[in-house]
């Protein structure tokens, strides 16, 4: 049994808090940084980063084994819509599971961003996503309802096939830094926009080690993971939307420059 569902979650960039002493902090740091630094740290107008995101849950039932509060085992996790290493871009996933549970609040600081346990219940587990100080400030919360049992309950159940229920979101970060976007570049996790005309970033860093670190495409589980080839196709959309998208900023801004002179031309005629 599978099921799974899809969007598009926006993440807006490091918000502005007035009166933060770790703002003010972030300021003299900034300021304080050589010209390259700053440079990265430059934010790229009219570019968006897409992380195509997979998560939900896999359940096996126990069988023969099965006890009146160990039915099943599961797993809970977050990975790439093609399997890939989250890491480049996800520094902590949180994983808030029910009371009942022993330390019920699962912190992971690394890929693969997964926990596994036994039980016999159904509930909602929320998922909070971290992500690195180049790519956002600001958390990201998912929701998942984990599922034990086949949608059919009146047929046999399965030791052999679990239960897969899966949810697939693109989360778009507008107007990256340079450093970030240098950063992942070259990485799999993530689809980079066409960048603009004469734009050119620094060679981007290659971390092997870090590239592979967490990468699912092994995973034991991975035989019961669901295609997303639509997924696929909605990052295709998704690029060729932001293409326009620049085309159209540019055009903006080149009427804009034309009709200046026009406009204050204009203006003083109507002011005689």
Same mark, same amino acid.
């Given at each position: @049994?599978?099921?799974?569902?899809? +969007?598009?979650?926006?993440?807006?960039?490091?918000?502005?808090? !007035?009166?933060?002493?770790?703002?003010?902090?972030?300021?003299?740091?900034?300021?304080?940084?050589?010209?390259?630094?700053?440079?990265?740290?430059?934010?790229?107008?009219?570019?968006?980063?897409?992380?195509?995101?997979?998560?939900?849950?896999? !359940?096996?039932?126990?069988?023969?084994?099965?006890?009146?509060?160990?039915?099943?085992?599961?797993?809970?996790?977050?990975?790439?819509?093609?399997?890939?290493? /989250?890491?480049?871009?996800?520094?902590?996933?949180?994983?808030?599971?029910?009371?009942?549970?022993?330390?019920?609040? #699962?912190?992971?600081? !690394?890929?693969?961003?997964?926990?596994?346990?036994?039980?016999?219940?159904?509930?909602?587990?929320?998922?909070? &996503?971290?992500?690195?100080?180049?790519?956002?400030?600001?958390?990201?919360?998912?929701?998942?309802?984990?599922?034990?049992?086949?949608?059919?309950?009146?047929?046999? @159940?399965?030791?052999?096939?679990?239960?897969?229920?899966?949810?697939?979101?693109?989360?778009?970060?507008? =107007?990256? +830094?340079?450093?970030?976007?240098?950063?992942?570049?070259?990485?799999?996790?993530?689809?980079?926009?066409?960048?603009?005309?004469?734009?050119? &970033?620094?060679?981007?860093? =290659?971390?092997?080690?870090?590239?592979? #670190?967490?990468?699912?495409?092994?995973?034991?589980?991975?035989?019961?993971? @669901?295609?997303?080839?639509?997924?696929?196709?909605?990052?295709?959309?998704?690029?060729?939307?932001?293409?326009?998208?620049?085309?159209?900023?540019? /055009?903006?801004?080149?009427?804009?420059?034309?009709?200046?002179?026009?406009?204050?031309?204009?203006?003083?005629?109507?002011?005689?």
């Amino acid at each position: @049994m599978t099921s799974s569902s899809s +969007s598009k979650k926006l993440v807006p960039d490091q918000p502005e808090i !007035s009166g933060s002493t770790t703002k003010s902090l972030r300021t003299k740091m900034i300021k304080s940084e050589d010209s390259e630094k700053r440079i990265l740290n430059k934010k790229l107008k009219d570019v968006e980063i897409s992380l195509p995101i997979v998560y939900g849950n896999i !359940s096996f039932w126990l069988g023969k084994k099965a006890s009146e509060y160990q039915s099943h085992k599961w797993t809970v996790y977050v990975r790439g819509a093609s399997n890939e290493d /989250l890491g480049v871009v996800v520094k902590r996933a949180v994983f808030q599971l029910h009371s009942s549970f022993n330390n019920p609040t #699962r912190v992971l600081e !690394s890929p693969p961003f997964e926990v596994s346990e036994a039980g016999w219940g159904e509930f909602e587990i929320a998922i909070t &996503l971290y992500f690195h100080s180049d790519v956002c400030d600001k958390p990201l919360n998912l929701y998942h309802h984990l599922k034990l049992y086949p949608e059919d309950e009146s047929g046999p @159940m399965s030791t052999k096939k679990p239960v897969v229920v899966e949810s697939y979101d693109e989360v778009v970060f507008p =107007e990256p +830094s340079e450093g970030f976007l240098a950063r992942v570049q070259n990485h799999p996790a993530v689809t980079l926009p066409r960048l603009p005309a004469g734009f050119t &970033l620094p060679p981007p860093v =290659e971390d092997a080690i870090r590239k592979k #670190r967490g990468d699912t495409k092994d995973h034991p589980l991975s035989q019961w993971f @669901m295609n997303f080839s639509e997924a696929d196709e909605l990052l295709q959309l998704a690029a060729a939307r932001q293409q326009v998208q620049a085309h159209i900023a540019k /055009l903006r801004r080149q009427i804009s420059v034309v009709d200046g002179p026009h406009q204050q031309q204009l203006k003083s005629l109507s002011d005689q």
